[in-house]
């Protein structure tokens, strides 16, 4: 994975901007530790970050292709799966090459086939291309958003990139955010909208979208969406076709030039994809898989099973460590140091996030990247297959809302009146959950608790998955640790999608499908052990770290957290028994402790990034 920046300027000289370019591609570093490489005419500049997987010595970008008196220029972020067969349809046309990668493939593509390119694409990417000859920029992102892309204009000018802080590089864009921002930060945060990229006038390229950018404007594009029809498969078939695909993706997204490894957390997904990995490994004789869990100092003193987190994880790990013979490593993180780097890690996301869920993830990103550049993990899965609690709780099933946040105006009780005046933060809300609802793709004559569960999963998918998907980015490409997430392969995601709820539920179980598309591939121990989601802390040592840590910013009179949240009423939260009523207000883990770590998150990234309210 890489980096990438860019700036269009159809008024200004932008041969006299290097600096600038040079400032935007900087704040990538940490995603391309390997290279740095810019490409500069008077009216495209166009900048990259390397990290190395595929083809070390070559593959420098910017990389520019002459056909006949046109120049094409691609900065690219991202991995395809196909290369081999879209090279082989190139090279059947004519095309040579002077590389082994897969940015040059994807380049020759887009010459080949213009924007239609992206629908051949198997893999996770977001790029840009200059057609010089055309005076156009050609953006695309992969079908599900495991990589970013971020754009604003600005008067005659389009400027883009993999992270929010290249874009504020750019002294174009101010660190500004509106009534809007607060919205998507306090009442859907750490989720965001769709397209939504907080910084006033900033967006997100949607996932499945594409845009041309020339003299005459823009034009976005979908180039996928889901589908909705009858699935003509009994269950017999859609197990083997589960089985086979997730089989061909696990053994797509091994091919590397560097170290792969798996994550591990002993749970049905992440050992699954260890167990096709260590037996490719061995089918092929690539040596012993090696494997990364992370657990906390003293979880196993203060761990308490809970309707969300039934079992500890540690035994599992070791259980299918042992039965595969990988090469494990146990990363143990200390909880002052889990707080002590929550900053570090919403500078990382460029916005507040998942607290202590973050900081986790970055600290593992850290070690795991001191033996390892590429890994696999079990991301996306539940929402793929159905493995939350809003799948089977009739509560959250029925909710009116986001079911993983069902009670949003419990967040009022945070802001202060002027927060609220500003806008309508419970409508704000609704309004973003109907036109969720809007988009989902029906299927005619489906009853309605199908329907429902149809929605559950789109909006899981849409809504919920790409937090987790900004999660994995962002935390692990802050050292340059590339992660693969096989479950999000769109193959896979199509397929499901039209799988009835009755078959994903097979027997009343949670991920059924998946399950028996993988017996055989697991010990059944394991195959059949209850969900766990992803391990948090729960030494009191942090709740009592972040608390304390939260007081003293809202204590503190220079803190920009003032005008916008309660301090009283935080400070009467603060004083309750949280550890008996840790009610998660965000997904499953996201309680008491999560919240102070959240305001923490966001007086750091306001007085980092220099915020102001407008």
Same mark, same amino acid.
């Given at each position: 994975?890489?980096?990438?920046?860019?700036?269009?300027?159809?008024?200004?000289?932008?041969?006299?901007?290097?600096?600038?370019?040079?400032?935007?591609?900087?704040?990538?570093?940490?995603?391309?530790?390997?290279?740095?490489?810019?490409?500069? $005419?008077?009216?495209?500049?166009?900048?990259?970050?390397?990290?190395?997987?595929?083809?070390?010595?070559?593959?420098?970008?910017?990389?520019?292709?002459?056909?006949?008196?046109?120049?094409?220029?691609?900065?690219?972020?991202?991995?395809?799966?196909?290369?081999?067969?879209?090279?082989?349809?190139?090279?059947?046309?004519?095309?040579?090459?002077?590389?082994?990668?897969?940015?040059?493939?994807?380049?020759?593509?887009?010459?080949?086939?213009?924007?239609?390119?992206?629908?051949?694409?198997?893999?996770?990417?977001?790029?840009?291309?200059?057609?010089?000859?055309?005076?156009?920029?050609?953006?695309?992102?992969?079908?599900?958003?495991?990589?970013?892309? /971020?754009?604003?204009?600005?008067?005659?000018?389009?400027?883009?990139?993999?992270?929010?802080?290249?874009?504020?590089?750019?002294?174009?864009?101010?660190?500004?955010?509106?009534?809007?921002?607060?919205?998507?930060?306090?009442?859907?945060?750490?989720?965001?909208?769709?397209?939504?990229?907080?910084?006033?006038?900033?967006?997100?390229?949607?996932?499945?979208?594409?845009?041309?950018?020339?003299?005459?404007?823009?034009?976005?594009?979908?180039?996928?969406?889901?589908?909705?029809?009858?699935?003509?498969?009994?269950?017999?078939?859609?197990?083997?076709?589960?089985?086979?695909?997730?089989?061909?993706?696990?053994?797509?997204?091994?091919?590397?030039?560097?170290?792969?490894?798996?994550?591990?957390?002993?749970?049905?997904?992440?050992?699954?994809?260890?167990?096709?990995? !260590?037996?490719?490994?061995? $089918?092929?004789?690539?040596?012993?898989?090696?494997?990364?869990?992370?657990?906390?100092?003293?979880?196993?003193?203060?761990?308490?099973? *809970?309707? /969300?987190?039934?079992?500890?994880?540690?035994?599992?790990?070791?259980?299918?460590?042992?039965? @595969?013979?990988?090469?494990?490593?146990?990363?143990?993180?200390?909880?002052?140091?889990?707080?002590?780097?929550?900053?570090?890690?919403? @500078?990382?996301?460029?916005?507040?996030?998942?607290?202590?869920?973050?900081?986790?993830?970055?600290?593992? *990103?850290?070690?795991?990247?001191?033996? !390892?550049?590429?890994?696999? *993990?079990?991301?996306?899965?539940?929402?793929? @297959?159905?493995?939350?609690?809003?799948?089977?709780?009739?509560?959250?099933?029925?909710?009116?809302?986001?079911?993983?946040?069902?009670?949003?105006?419990?967040?009022?009780?945070?802001?202060?009146?002027?927060?609220?005046? $500003?806008?309508?933060?419970?409508?704000?809300?609704?309004?973003?959950? *109907?036109?969720?609802?809007?988009?989902?793709?029906?299927?005619?004559?489906?009853?309605?608790?199908?329907?429902?569960?149809?929605?559950?999963?789109?909006?899981?998918?849409?809504?919920?998955?790409?937090?987790?998907?900004?999660?994995?980015?962002?935390?692990?490409?802050?050292?340059?640790?590339?992660?693969?997430?096989?479950?999000?392969?769109?193959?896979?995601?199509?397929?499901?999608?039209?799988?009835?709820?009755?078959? $994903?539920?097979?027997?009343?179980?949670?991920?059924?499908?998946?399950?028996?598309?993988?017996?055989?591939?697991?010990?059944?121990?394991?195959?059949?052990?209850?969900?766990?989601?992803?391990?948090?802390?729960?030494?009191?040592?942090?709740?009592?770290?972040?608390?304390?840590?939260?007081?003293?910013?809202?204590?503190?009179?220079?803190?920009?957290?003032?005008?916008?949240?309660?301090?009283?009423?935080?400070?009467?939260?603060?004083?309750?028994?949280?550890?008996?009523?840790?009610?998660?207000?965000?997904?499953?883990?996201?309680?008491?402790?999560?919240?102070?770590?959240?305001?923490?998150?966001?007086?750091?990234?306001?007085?980092?990034?220099?915020?102001?309210?407008?």
């Amino acid at each position: 994975m890489c980096g990438i920046a860019g700036w269009i300027d159809w008024d200004d000289n932008l041969e006299q901007q290097r600096k600038v370019l040079d400032a935007m591609v900087e704040t990538l570093a940490a995603r391309g530790p390997d290279a740095s490489g810019t490409y500069v $005419k008077q009216n495209v500049a166009l900048g990259h970050r390397r990290l190395s997987v595929v083809d070390l010595i070559n593959g420098a970008q910017p990389m520019i292709r002459q056909r006949g008196d046109n120049t094409y220029v691609i900065t690219y972020n991202g991995e395809l799966y196909n290369t081999p067969e879209l090279r082989q349809d190139l090279e059947a046309k004519g095309y040579r090459f002077t590389t082994t990668c897969d940015t040059e493939v994807l380049l020759v593509s887009y010459i080949e086939y213009g924007p239609a390119c992206v629908e051949n694409f198997n893999g996770i990417f977001a790029f840009g291309i200059w057609d010089e000859a055309n005076q156009s920029l050609f953006l695309a992102r992969d079908r599900i958003g495991v990589k970013p892309l /971020f754009y604003a204009e600005r008067g005659g000018s389009l400027i883009f990139g993999s992270e929010l802080k290249a874009l504020l590089a750019n002294p174009l864009v101010k660190p500004e955010i509106d009534a809007e921002g607060l919205a998507e930060i306090f009442m859907l945060g750490p989720a965001r909208t769709p397209g939504h990229g907080v910084i006033r006038g900033v967006h997100e390229l949607k996932p499945g979208y594409s845009m041309l950018y020339n003299r005459n404007g823009k034009r976005i594009v979908q180039y996928w969406a889901l589908h909705s029809e009858e699935h003509e498969h009994d269950f017999e078939e859609t197990v083997q076709n589960v089985r086979e695909l997730l089989c061909d993706t696990a053994k797509r997204q091994l091919v590397a030039d560097v170290p792969v490894c798996t994550f591990l957390s002993g749970g049905l997904d992440s050992s699954a994809l260890t167990a096709l990995a !260590a037996n490719t490994y061995k $089918k092929d004789g690539l040596g012993t898989l090696h494997t990364y869990s992370v657990d906390y100092q003293d979880n196993d003193k203060f761990f308490k099973a *809970s309707s /969300f987190q039934p079992n500890s994880d540690a035994p599992w790990v070791k259980r299918v460590s042992e039965h @595969f013979e990988t090469s494990h490593h146990y990363i143990m993180l200390d909880n002052s140091e889990l707080a002590q780097k929550l900053t570090e890690a919403a @500078f990382a996301r460029d916005l507040p996030g998942m607290a202590d869920i973050d900081t986790s993830l970055y600290l593992f *990103s850290r070690e795991i990247k001191k033996g !390892a550049t590429v890994a696999l *993990s079990g991301e996306c899965a539940d929402e793929v @297959f159905g493995g939350y609690p809003w799948f089977y709780r009739e509560e959250m099933i029925n909710a009116t809302t986001f079911p993983w946040a069902p009670r949003p105006d419990m967040r009022l009780d945070w802001l202060t009146p002027e927060v609220k005046a $500003k806008i309508n933060l419970s409508e704000y809300v609704k309004q973003r959950y *109907s036109e969720a609802l809007a988009e989902v793709p029906r299927l005619a004559g489906e009853d309605a608790y199908a329907a429902r569960m149809r929605e559950i999963f789109y909006l899981s998918i849409t809504r919920w998955m790409p937090t987790l998907l900004d999660r994995k980015d962002r935390m692990s490409m802050a050292f340059g640790l590339e992660v693969r997430v096989p479950y999000c392969d769109h193959r896979i995601v199509e397929y499901v999608w039209n799988v009835p709820w009755v078959m $994903k539920n097979y027997q009343n179980r949670e991920k059924g499908l998946l399950r028996h598309a993988l017996t055989g591939i697991l010990p059944d121990d394991v195959l059949w052990r209850k969900k766990s989601p992803y391990p948090k802390t729960h030494n009191p040592e942090y709740l009592n770290t972040v608390r304390g840590w939260a007081l003293d910013i809202l204590n503190d009179s220079s803190s920009p957290l003032l005008p916008l949240i309660d301090c009283a009423n935080i400070k009467a939260i603060a004083q309750t028994d949280l550890s008996a009523s840790n009610i998660p207000w965000f997904g499953q883990l996201m309680g008491g402790a999560q919240l102070f770590a959240y305001l923490v998150q966001t007086d750091a990234w306001m007085r980092k990034y220099n915020v102001t309210i407008v």
